[in-house]
């Protein structure tokens, strides 16, 4: 049992390049989000769904894009990375997104240069 | 924006002893969770404890909800050096059709 999985990583890219991170569950659960963490800030919103073909914005939503295709499938795309957003990205996924506790990726740390 | 705020930043202490993080909160919740961080990895939850609850336990974890001051507090007894850490509260507010809204966390260091 996988749990979710994260890739890549770790990530360099330069100002106003895409790309996306992937992330998947097997857990077969119905939620799931994307969050930033930057020092001092905590975790922040970005973007979730709350099942196939479901999604809504965060509290951080601006420049990233999110689709939701399948259960286990939460991709998240940056559409043209600035530096403000370098931080440590973590997908979580849960049975309920109010009811149960989370379950945690291991990250991608994102450096935009 | 962020709902739950940890009280102490950074708590440093000795192998043995027991840790305390606080966690107050503005509006009303429906749960509140915490969870630990280990440097460099995701977070895991640790317990979660709803609004009609005042204590929970989990092996060595306490956990307190007093709703009529908006705070919450977790108790690790018998702290061991692997419990280093930053824990972090989490809540879900009103009705509960919300998701999870995380406080900025507290850095425990256990000193072996």
């Known amino acids: 049992n996988a749990g979710v999985t994260q890739t890549p990583k770790f990530q360099v890219l330069k100002t106003g390049q895409s790309m996306t991170l992937q992330c998947a569950q097997d857990?077969?659960?119905?939620?799931m989000s994307w969050y930033r963490q930057d020092p001092g800030m905590g975790l922040r919103l970005i973007h979730y769904?709350?099942?196939?073909?479901?999604?809504d914005q965060g509290e951080v939503p601006n420049g990233y894009n999110v689709s939701r295709s399948t259960t286990e499938d939460f991709p998240l795309r940056l559409l043209s990375a600035a530096p403000s957003q370098t931080s440590v990205y973590f997908c979580?996924?849960?049975?309920?997104?109010?009811?149960?506790?989370?379950?945690f990726g291991s990250g991608t740390r994102l450096t935009v240069v | 924006s962020q709902q739950g705020e940890e009280d102490p930043q950074a708590l440093s202490i000795q192998e043995g002893e027991n840790a305390t993080m606080n966690c107050s909160y503005k509006?009303?919740?429906?749960?509140l969770q915490w969870y630990r961080q280990n440097s460099g990895r995701g977070l895991v939850h640790l317990i979660l404890?709803?609004?009609?609850?005042r204590e929970k336990h989990s092996g060595r974890l306490r956990v307190t909800l007093d709703t009529s001051k908006k705070s919450s507090s977790l108790l690790i007894t018998a702290s061991r050096a692997a419990d280093t850490a930053s824990y972090f509260c989490?809540?879900?507010?009103?009705?509960?059709?919300?998701?999870?809204?995380f406080g900025k966390g507290t850095r425990l260091s256990v000193i072996a």
């Open positions: 979580a996924s849960s049975y309920g997104y109010s009811y149960y506790g989370y379950t």
């Open positions: 857990m077969n659960h119905e939620y």
């Open positions: 769904s709350v099942g196939a073909g479901i999604t």
């Open positions: 509006t009303s919740i429906n749960n």
């Open positions: 404890i709803r609004s009609n609850e």
């Open positions: 989490a809540t879900v507010e009103g009705s509960g059709n919300t998701p999870l809204v």
